[in-house]
């Protein structure tokens, strides 16, 4: 098992940027491939951005691309999400998640693809 501890969440004001890191521990090797979810309240979890294990692929959603950027350092084993120009409705609790036994180049995108889980990290948007 892979434990995930996230950082870097707060409070920002609406065209601000904040960095989300999520440390991994417990022996995690480097065949793991890493994504951040969000969930908003009243709403479900939802895909925001993944990592292949390598770092060569990335995938986002339509509504954070171009704005995030997820990237990973392999030494340290943390993955980051950098947020820019932020809107209210990027507000939500921001989860980390690993895949582990990963031996391909993928990305992940499912809940379900995911075997280990953060707490979340709370970024608050005001407008």
């Known amino acids: 098992q892979v434990q995930l501890v996230e950082s870097g969440g707060g409070l920002v004001q609406a065209g601000g940027s904040l960095r989300l890191s999520c440390a991994a521990s417990?022996?995690?090797?480097?065949?793991?491939?890493m994504g951040w979810f969000r969930q908003a309240p009243g709403q479900e979890r939802e895909f925001v951005a993944a990592?292949?294990?390598?770092?060569?692929?990335?995938s986002y959603s339509d509504s954070v691309a171009g704005r995030f950027t997820i990237s990973g350092d392999i030494a340290k084993n943390t993955v980051y999400l950098q947020m820019n120009s932020l809107k209210p409705e990027d507000t939500a609790v921001y989860y980390c998640a690993a895949r582990r036994f990963t031996f391909n180049m993928n990305v992940y995108s499912r809940e379900s693809d995911y075997n280990d889980w953060g707490q979340g990290t709370q970024v608050t948007v005001s407008s």
């Open positions: 417990g022996r995690p090797s480097t065949n793991v491939a």
């Open positions: 990592i292949s294990r390598s770092g060569s692929s990335t």
